[in-house]
């Protein structure tokens, strides 16, 4: 077995130790989170009807959702101001994203059922995943790791700042 050491992970790895409060039966884990716990659990932004997160299990550095406050499982039952927002979300985050990471492409989308892989398949949400050429090499097809080579947290603020910065740009 090969092994690879990256302790600069261990501030993230750690917190998982903290007990985290479980959300109510019949509650994603994306519905409970209040706004004070914003910065712990990595929410960039809130608006109107939905807010952006960073994936806490990325498939790449910068990995964003988006996730509608209303919890359901189908896109037909989301009203079109919200599918309205989550476009206009969705550019704001890939606006920060090239800002910050610079990023060459995404992938975009949303895994709409168990089947498809959704893993949080009663809530809605959509994948904003930054691509960079090359960003697939020997480690995730040889050895089934993925190397992410990003602090989240310095991620967290570079790309809240950003986004603080694109809204106000828009408004002005």
């Given at each position: 077995?090969?092994?690879?050491?990256?302790?600069?992970r261990?501030a993230?790895?750690?917190?998982?130790k903290?007990?985290k409060?479980?959300s109510?039966?019949?509650?994603?884990?994306?519905?409970?989170?209040?706004?004070?716990?914003?910065?712990?659990?990595?929410?960039?932004?809130?608006?109107?009807?939905c807010?952006?997160?960073?994936?806490?299990?990325?498939?790449?550095?910068?990995?964003?959702?988006?996730?509608?406050y209303?919890?359901?499982?189908d896109?037909?039952?989301l009203?079109?101001?919200t599918?309205?927002?989550?476009?206009?979300?969705?550019?704001?985050?890939?606006k920060?994203?090239?800002?910050?990471l610079?990023?060459h492409?995404?992938?975009?989308?949303?895994?709409?059922?168990?089947?498809?892989?959704?893993?949080?398949?009663?809530?809605?949400?959509?994948?904003i995943?930054?691509?960079?050429?090359?960003?697939?090499n020997?480690?995730?097809?040889?050895?089934?790791?993925?190397?992410l080579?990003?602090?989240?947290?310095?991620s967290y603020?570079?790309l809240?700042?950003?986004?603080?910065?694109?809204?106000q740009?828009?408004q002005a």
């Open positions: 077995m090969h092994k690879m050491h990256s302790p600069w261990e993230y790895m750690d917190t998982f903290d007990e409060k479980k109510e039966p019949g509650r994603s884990v994306f519905a409970d989170i209040p706004p004070e716990e914003d910065e712990e659990r990595y929410v960039l932004h809130r608006a109107e009807k807010f952006i997160i960073m994936n806490l299990y990325p498939y790449n550095c910068g990995h964003l959702m988006i996730i509608p209303h919890q359901t499982p896109f037909s039952e009203d079109n101001e599918k309205l927002e989550i476009m206009q979300l969705t550019d704001i985050s890939m920060a994203l090239k800002r910050t610079k990023p492409g995404f992938n975009f989308g949303a895994n709409l059922g168990k089947v498809a892989g959704g893993s949080v398949d009663t809530h809605i949400h959509f994948h995943v930054p691509r960079w050429e090359g960003d697939t020997f480690m995730p097809v040889l050895a089934d790791t993925k190397v080579s990003n602090d989240m947290r310095k603020n570079n809240r700042k950003a986004i603080r910065d694109i809204l740009e828009e």
